[in-house]
């Protein structure tokens, strides 16, 4: 069974204090690895997709990484607006549906 | 490009009462994927539609229905509700066979 852990499940970080988030996985045959931001009451957007051991993607402070057993979501100098809950999800092969894990809960304070 | 949207924002109900979610999908996206998302919880995939069917359902019983029309947008319906089912109800829309969803705003849904 395709499986989806996120640690911490919650994550205080001053502005500007870097730090990562993670996200390890069981699935068999990755199709890809997907990031999400989620704003309390409302629904995830995207962020990234991966697709094969060693890839990177980057967008602002954000940089996603990419293992065979894990991903990590690297987040650098953190601002108030960064904080939101950051999902991952995985998506098998064949048109399977994504399994999310539940979560990091992210706090940036000022 | 208009992104996916739903409706009711909002809705409160009663055990046993039947709901009527609704979704439009993204501009040219012909796939609706279905979620429940309880409160501290990942999104748990409901089922998929493609071409006005079904293609794929995920652990959730029979009384979770759904259709899709053919321009695209979808509707989840709920029978018998249970106070279990309190909960976001996400929409996604994507083209058939891309990796990306995107989702929709949700609906919170309050069974008492």
């Known amino acids: 069974e395709d499986q989806v852990t996120q640690s911490p499940e919650a994550l205080r970080l001053q502005e500007g204090e870097s730090s990562s988030l993670n996200c390890s996985y069981t699935v068999s045959g990755l199709r890809g690895l997907f990031w999400y931001r989620q704003d309390p009451g409302k629904g995830p957007e995207f962020l990234f997709t991966?697709?094969?051991a060693g890839e990177e993607k980057e967008k602002e402070r954000l940089k996603a990484t990419l293992t065979k057993k894990e991903s990590f979501l690297h987040i650098t100098a953190p601002k108030p607006e960064d904080s939101a809950t950051y999902l991952c999800?995985?998506?098998?092969?064949?048109?399977?549906?994504?399994?999310f894990g539940k979560g990091t809960r992210l706090s940036v304070i000022a | 490009e208009t992104g996916v949207t739903q409706s009711p924002t909002h809705l409160i109900k009663t055990r046993g009462q039947q709901v009527t979610l609704r979704c439009s999908s993204q501009s040219g996206h012909n796939t609706v994927s279905w979620y429940q998302q309880a409160l501290g919880q990942g999104p748990q995939f409901i089922f998929q539609y493609y071409r006005e069917e079904e293609n794929g359902r995920g652990n959730f019983p029979p009384r979770f229905s759904g259709l899709q029309f053919p321009n695209y947008s979808s509707e989840l319906n709920v029978n018998a509700l249970e106070l279990d089912d309190s909960a976001l109800y996400l929409c996604?829309?994507?083209?058939?066979?891309?990796?990306?969803?995107?989702f929709g705003p949700g609906t919170r849904l309050t069974v008492t």
């Open positions: 999800a995985v998506q098998a092969a064949g048109n399977t549906p994504l399994v």
């Open positions: 996604a829309s994507s083209l058939y066979g891309s990796y990306e969803q995107y």
């Open positions: 991966l697709y094969s």
